[in-house]
């Protein structure tokens, strides 16, 4: 564990906007972000991640609105900020011309606390050839070699846009998992952005979810499960029950199936109150609640984990 004041801001970002000609692609974003968590960053493409992560990285300038990376601002003090941060960027722009061992002694000489054993730890738990050249690497080997890059220094701040890109299932599941949750372990701090929406339930301690530059929810992923019901309940009504905190209805013969933002005691006893049977009950997944908020889901792929029902 890596002893920090607790009271320091990782990241502070207020109201925030980017606009690129008629695109709002950031629109009055305010965050914090604090110390030994893993912070998923969710939203469909063209929600304004990149762009969010950019403006962290000090690679784009805040024009409204400011941006503060350990209490810098980072286009101010890009040296200051930057040695304390891995990044692996969504195209994985890596040298090509480089070997694998050549990008990990460049990375090494440029960061003093690169790790050499656990640099290569990663190496061998990918299976990396260390000689090959970087522009002959599968896309998958690209994700790989940048995220070593990014994490074996051990910075206070891991960002990773779309980490999962290239990543075949098990290596996201496993080894992904386990590369950011040991972040968080050791007191740091992780950021990583995806429109997974499967895998960002199974990694984060908090979410962010954006939709066209906007903050739509924002929450610990306990806080946002307890307060997100899936539901079936029997009603052959035409219109879905008169309940508050409906966030989508679909209707199937005499079944309702709902999104529901609110206490599952709460909702249930509002169903009881109009007569309406529950067939059904469960916390809704982050990819549920993502496609009742957000009202479609774009881009967004369908999850793949089983959500426990609730007692
Ligand atoms: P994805 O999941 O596809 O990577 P994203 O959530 O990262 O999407 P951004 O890349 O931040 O989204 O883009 C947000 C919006 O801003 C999009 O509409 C995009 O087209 C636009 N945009 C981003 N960068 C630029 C730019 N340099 N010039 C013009 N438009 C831009």
């Not at 906007?17 to 030994?36: E, H, N, P, W, Y």
């Not at 701090?189 to 301690?205: G, K, P, Q, R």
């Not at 309940?243 to 169903?271: F, K, P, Y």
């Not at 908020?293 to 426990?308: I, K």
Request: proline share 4%.
């Amino acid at each position: 564990m890596v002893n920090r004041d607790p009271s320091e801001s990782v990241v502070e970002v207020t109201d925030l906007s980017r606009q690129f000609g008629s695109t709002m692609a950031l629109d009055g974003i305010s965050l914090r972000v604090q110390l030994g968590l893993v912070y998923g960053l969710v939203g469909a493409n063209g929600a304004g991640k990149t762009t969010l992560i950019k403006h962290l990285l000090g690679s784009l300038r805040a024009k409204q609105g400011s941006v503060r990376v350990f209490g810098m601002d980072p286009v101010r003090n890009p040296v200051e900020v930057l040695r304390r941060i891995g990044y692996l960027s969504e195209d994985r722009d890596l040298p090509e011309w480089m070997r694998i061992d050549e990008l990990m002694r460049l990375t090494a000489a440029c960061h003093p606390n690169w790790d050499s054993d656990y640099g290569r730890e990663l190496l061998a738990t990918f299976g990396l050839d260390v000689s090959k050249q970087i522009q002959h690497l599968s896309k998958g080997m690209r994700a790989q070699t940048g995220l070593i890059a990014a994490v074996a220094h051990r910075p206070d701040l891991l960002l990773l846009d779309e980490p999962s890109t290239g990543l075949d299932a098990v290596v996201r599941r496993d080894i992904l998992n386990e590369i950011i949750r040991a972040v968080a372990d050791d007191g740091r701090t992780a950021i990583f952005s995806s429109h997974l929406l499967d895998e960002v339930e199974l990694m984060s301690d908090y979410v962010f979810m954006m939709d066209e530059g906007k903050m739509v929810l924002e929450g610990s992923l306990d806080d946002i499960k307890a307060q997100h019901q899936q539901l079936s309940v029997r009603s052959s009504s035409d219109a879905p029950p008169p309940i508050e905190g409906i966030l989508s209805a679909q209707r199937q013969g005499d079944t309702w199936s709902l999104v529901c933002n609110g206490a599952s005691q709460s909702i249930h006893a509002a169903l009881q109150e109009q007569g309406i049977e529950v067939i059904k009950s469960r916390y809704a997944s982050l990819q549920e609640i993502f496609v009742a908020r957000v009202g479609h889901d774009r881009h967004a792929s369908r999850s793949e984990t089983p959500v426990a029902e609730e007692a």
